[in-house]
């Protein structure tokens, strides 16, 4: 084969294995392009050539303009999002390549502007609180309610919801993450009756919600519960393509044409076509063999529970968890988190998060039984190694600490900011976002004033081995807070 046509002789249908390609007309359009031969002179420049950077670019294809029928391209994009928004019961879907960082961007600026204010749940991941920097909201937080017994976020009640709506009647709109990165869930048909009662949209970040509703043992996804906006990220409990998102809404409370215009402000105008052909497959393979695939899963998840149970350790369980959510306590045993990732990398086993109290393997319905099985085995046997005195329970920084709003996020993030020693920084306010991750959740965010009790609940968490993310001196022995 000519070493500078585009073709890869090896990529055949056996890139169909569940035989998707007539549901998916991104993904069989990416296995049309990626197996016939041809002479790019267009980007991207490897020009499909694997002889240069090796195999890293092979199936890399991009988005052409104009209308392809045949090609990924513009109007194929929009055949296959209307397929998705039909799936899901939505007015709208858009296929994004930027992750759930760039929709939620969107997703702010959609339902808000500049001086807005947004209420907005304090379990957000860092990207709403950029968009919300982007939009020039302010926010007005409210927490969920905390399990004492687990130090974990549960639910958002909507009697809060509406106490905190009847003191801002004049917010554009509810900004909620649901489920949690822990898998606990709120209400989300009370909670998005409360905001359509003050006239205004419900906007939920389900980043870890893409398989919700193809299983009667799974919740709906929250787009059929009476959300307005649903930002899910594709990748993380589907088999996408890492960075592949997409967005779900209806037109009652939102401008869809705003929507899209903020949607395509967030997105790179050189797509891959790659990540979009992705999206497109994983949601025809959940719609057509969902349960049959996530079944087993549940079933296998159910299992490890009740065996690390069985033998004194911790999990999070109940009606109102993602039965695919393997939330491991550690607390009660005295095992390190730490320690038991440190074996559990030492063979090649990854964990989605780990610290000294908490860990967490991601359990999909890429997922064998017989994998998960092995896993809790193994991580059963670890604890067991590692186990000494019981701890008390602590509660994360980032569910526990009040904060105290000093400017707006956007106000402080353009502001002028200084550099100071950690025992200078407590009664300052912050400049940068200052975030125990995972889960990504700010204890303090720009503009807001650095208390004694956040401040000491930091130090603790990076004590323990939690990574302090998105500041600029991870180690806080200095903190970027704004000049006087």
């Known amino acids: 084969m000519n070493e500078h046509v585009f073709g890869a002789a090896t990529l055949l249908d056996t890139n169909d294995p569940m035989g998707l390609r007539g549901d998916a007309p991104l993904l069989d359009a990416w296995i049309r392009d990626i197996t016939a031969e041809r002479t790019p002179f267009q980007i991207p420049g490897h020009k499909g050539r694997t002889d240069l950077t090796g195999p890293i670019v092979d199936g890399d294809i991009p988005v052409l303009p104009g209308n392809h029928p045949n090609r990924i391209s513009p109007s194929l994009i929009l055949e296959a999002e209307a397929i998705a928004a039909k799936t899901w019961g939505a007015d709208l879907c858009r296929f994004g390549v930027n992750g759930s960082t760039g929709s939620n961007h969107a997703a702010v600026m959609a339902v808000a502007g500049p001086k807005d204010k947004v209420i907005v749940t304090r379990t957000l991941h860092k990207s709403m609180l950029v968009g919300m920097v982007y939009a020039g909201v302010e926010p007005i937080w409210v927490r969920p309610e905390i399990n004492p017994a687990t130090g974990l976020p549960e639910y958002l009640p909507s009697s809060r919801l509406r106490e905190t709506l009847e003191a801002h009647p004049d917010a554009k709109a509810v900004l909620i993450g649901e489920p949690s990165y822990v898998g606990t869930m709120s209400n989300i048909p009370r909670l998005s009756q409360v905001a359509h009662e003050f006239g205004i949209p419900l906007v939920v970040d389900a980043a870890w919600a893409a398989h919700f509703g193809f299983h009667p043992d799974l919740p709906l996804n929250p787009i059929s519960e009476g959300a307005d906006i649903v930002v899910t990220s594709a990748h993380k409990t589907l088999p996408s393509y890492s960075q592949a998102s997409f967005v779900l809404a209806k037109s009652g409370y939102v401008d869809l044409a705003r ?151 956007r106000d402080a993030f353009f502001a002028e900011y200084e550099v100071v020693a950690a025992k200078e920084a407590v009664g300052r306010v912050s400049a940068e976002l200052i975030c125990p991750y995972p889960p990504g959740v700010p204890v303090f965010s720009p503009g807001e004033l650095i208390t004694q009790a956040g401040f000491d609940a930091l130090m603790q968490a990076r004590d323990i081995g939690v990574r302090i993310a998105f500041v600029a001196d991870p180690t806080l022995e200095t903190f970027k807070v704004l000049k006087n």
């Open 259 to 409: 929507l899209n215009k903020a949607f395509d402000s967030t997105q790179t105008t050189s797509m891959s076509g790659r990540i979009l052909a992705s999206i497109d497959a994983a949601r025809a393979l959940i719609s057509r063999h969902g349960p049959e695939l996530i079944g087993p899963v549940i079933e296998a998840t159910k299992e490890g529970r009740a065996e690390l149970r069985k033998h004194g350790i911790g999990v999070i369980d109940g009606l109102y968890i993602d039965p695919l959510k393997l939330v491991i306590l550690l607390a009660q045993t005295g095992a390190d988190g730490n320690a038991v990732e440190n074996e559990l990398l030492a063979m090649n086993i990854d964990l989605e998060m780990a610290n000294r109290d908490v860990i967490i393997p991601m359990i999909t319905l890429a997922d064998t039984p017989q994998r998960i099985h092995s896993l809790v085995r193994t991580i059963i046997r670890l604890v067991e190694k590692f186990k000494s005195e019981p701890r008390p329970i602590s509660v994360s920084p980032a569910f526990s600490i009040e904060p105290v709003v000093v400017q707006s996020p």
